[in-house]
């Protein structure tokens, strides 16, 4: 298991996309290659939720 205390606090990457697109494979990958912690949180949402969880980020 990698070591993620020296991740960045708040550095998020939100990774989206269809059924069986690969999102957590690649997802992981990134946080092994960053440092980050992998929070998988999958869930079925519209658009607007989506735009709306988007904007937030900002």
């Known amino acids: 298991m990698p070591d ?3 991740a960045q606090p708040g550095r ?3 990774v989206l ?3 069986g697109a690969g999102k957590t ?3 992981k990958r990134l ?3 960053l440092g980050l ?3 998988l949180r999958i ?3 519209s658009r607007r939720q989506v735009d709306t969880w988007l904007a ?3």
Do not use: K
Request: no cysteine; charged share 15%; net charge neutral.
């Open 25 to 27: 494979a690649v997802a």
């Open 43 to 45: 869930r079925l949402t």
């Open 4 to 6: 993620h205390s020296s």
């Open 17 to 19: 996309g269809t059924s």
């Open 56 to 58: 937030s980020l900002d």
């Open 37 to 39: 912690a992998h929070l």
């Open 12 to 14: 998020r990457i939100a």
């Open 31 to 33: 946080a092994d290659t």
